[in-house]
């Protein structure tokens, strides 16, 4: 058959949802998607601006939770609840695109209808196969309230908007078997060719372990379970999202179809973790003989392992981009406030900015990048370079919109001598929990410097990006927060505020760091040392809105900090929907 193109479908359902009735047996009905029978019906009168992105992905109104490259036009495939601003009564809308950055809305893809989805269309991806024939593998959920795995196809192959999609009467092409939890079984991976095979994994639990169980066919419609799973691991619960793909080990920044079979190569596999809210991925090998999945022991694997976005990220997909030979990364980011309040504002939920991803030189982790057509945005730019920040320092970017903004700003320092020491403690404890031990506005050695977003004109009101380095006992420690516990005066028990946060891997011998952040209105996506650590914050601020909304660098650290170069730029808004 050759080989096979194979490219995801964007679909975030998985990762938020609980159905109301729990039962602990193992053939009983369990889930985590929350439905919420007074709000989910509840149309939205009036959407409110305050909040909305500019440049982000998002439908008019209402509750999101998507992409495919095909015949030159990118799908975005996403759940979506037309009725209401919180998760139910859930569609596949599909929208399209030729830049990732513009977007038209197209009626609703799939929707509840048949047998083995009647109560459910959840999340799930799509593979092209040879004939350039696109099929979509998703979870539905059938009149047993069993999670099953559904295909469909295109009612015509040749539109190149792929408008209506069919949903064969031979579906479901994979039930759980007797000895599984029929509501611990969804989200299909996209499909990779190879030794005579079609296989895709799908993401489960057995007890606490989470579960990546593997299905193989000939044809794509009938699957047969494998005898041992892709890859597990114990103590991590309900594996959600799984992705799997592989990525060049040669240093090149290039893209990988996943049915890709040939040397230096390492495969990347991510999960979704049902009970953390958050997202890990591990690198190995894939011993295609045994069909099984080996991580390399460079990171955890497990709740600590390394994370595409240490923030408010989760659900993503991966899907390769055939027109520029690249692997795009898409996730998605959930609100931070109550239902009640996404209920009232009229909307909930963010895509967030689709991004490159390819494979440090180290082999240890992944880069990460925004796409380039996102710099098609940029508008009015300033600059600044050489602007010393001695301690409590601080310098305001002015002449753009820091409510929608692309900043990009390095900062240099003469020495190393300052860096605090490290307490040996920290190393059982989560980057996050050492930034909420050492906040922004505490006096550091080297650090805390960085930027701060969405700030109110005094400063009670801030969203800061920001460094801090330590010394550990035979290396330095760079600690990177996104501290959201300042982002808003609301003094409300109801708003998730958190002192996100991961460690960046990086060489300090030329003594620098850099950062970009995505700034957009209740958004801020932010990548240090160039993608090697990234962290999405969700805010509301009551005071830094529009044009309000204020940037500075700033310095908390004894150790002068130089803004070395600076580069800012208003963003516009792009055709959305």
Known sequence: MGLAKSFSVFLLVCCLCVITNIID??????????????????????????HRTGYHFQPPRNWINGPMYFNGIYHLFYQYNPKGAVWGNIVWAHSVSTDLVNWKALEPAIYASKPFDINGCWSGSATVLPGNRPVILYTGIDTQERQVQNYAIPEN??????????KPDNNPIAVPTP????????DPTTAWWDSGHWKMVVGSRRKRRGMAYLYRSRDFINWVKAKHPLHSTPNTGMWECPDFYPVHQDG????????FNGPKVKHVFKVSLDLTRYEYYTLGTYLRDKDRYVPDNTSVDGWRGLRYDYGNFYASKSFFDAKLNRRILWGWANESDSKDDDSEKGWAGVQLIPRKVWLDPSGKQLLQWPIQELETLRGKKVEMSNVPLKTGGSVEVTGITPAQADVEVTFSFPSLDKAEQFDSSWENIDAQDVCGLKASKDLGGLGPFGLMTLASVNKEEFTPVFFRIF??????????CSDARSSTVKDSDKIYKPSFAGYVDVDLTDKKLSLRSLIDHSVVESFGAGGKTVITSRVYPELATFRDAHLFAFNNGTETITVETLSAWSMNAPAMN
């Open 25 to 50: 047996n193992n053939n009983g009905v369990e889930a985590s998607h929350f439905v919420f029978p007074h709000l989910q019906n509840k149309l939205a009168v009036q959407v409110k601006q305050l």
């Open 157 to 166: 192959a040749s539109d190149p908007y792929l408008i209506k999609w069919i």
């Open 179 to 186: 000895d599984m939890n029929v509501s611990t079984f969804r």
């Open 252 to 259: 090149s920044t290039n893209g990988l179809d996943t049915s």
């Open 471 to 480: 010394k550990a006992p035979n290396k330095h420690v760079v600690l990177m």
